[in-house]
T-cell receptor, first 111, second 113 residues
């Protein structure tokens, strides 16, 4: 049972434009959400997080939006840069219990 | 520098053999995790340990075993009972209660030949 879903396996955008990565979840008990970035043959690195008491969190070019009623979150990257090209994983947890990950979205930012 | 070290980076195993993947952290983190990554399936939890000498099965524990004799170390053994062991294995740790984010190692790619 995949509790965290990333339905777009890949996304391609032009440098300087906005990248929007989407994530849906089914477990209404999830109260903490994170985005991780992963390069090939490396472990994921933490990017940004949001707790369920917020609907937006911003860190530089990265903003995460949470819509609890729709069980949906998204990651916005503005402006996109070629170095942002990587696989992005959405993750969710109930408190600080073990985390559930989506399948990932491969972002390609073209110069 | 503090971090998680996974070794080896690449590992080849013959069918029917057991193999152990190493995971060591010097972050003084309480909890440690093993995930498996397959194409199109994201990261799936194999085993996790919240404290020394205690560990719990994750979603896909069959064919795997772990130990947690030291806080710093959480090795994963892929046994011959694991039917499809070829995958990318990731070890992670977390500081403990109140901390949400994981720190990941760089992974071990296991290939059965």
């Amino acid at each position: 049972d995949q509790q965290v879903k990333q339905n777009s396996p890949s996304l391609s955008v032009q440098e300087g434009r906005i990248s929007i990565l989407n994530c849906d979840y089914t477990n209404s008990m999830f109260d903490y959400f994170l985005w991780y970035k992963k390069y090939p043959a490396e472990g994921p690195t933490f990017l940004i997080s949001i707790s369920s008491i917020k609907d937006k969190n911003e860190d530089g070019r990265f903003t995460v939006f949470l819509n609890k009623s729709a069980k949906h979150l998204s990651l916005h990257i503005v402006p996109s840069q070629p170095g942002d090209s990587a696989v992005y994983f959405c993750a969710a947890s109930v408190g600080n219990n073990d985390m559930r990950f989506g399948a990932g979205t491969r972002l390609t930012v073209k110069p | 520098d503090g971090g998680i070290t996974q070794s080896p980076k690449y590992l080849f195993r013959k069918e029917g053999q057991n193999v152990t993947l190493s995971c060591e952290q010097n972050l003084n983190h309480d909890a440690m995790y093993w995930y498996r990554q397959d194409p199109g399936q994201g990261l799936r939890l194999i085993y996790y340990s919240q404290i020394v000498n205690d560990f719990q099965k994750g979603d896909i524990a069959e064919g795997y075993s772990v130990s947690r004799e030291k806080k710093e170390s959480f090795p994963l053994t892929v046994t011959s009972a694991q039917k499809n062991p070829t995958a990318f294995y990731l070890c992670a740790s977390r500081a403990g209660a109140g901390y949400y984010g994981y720190t990941f190692g760089s992974g071990t790619r296991l290939t059965v030949v």
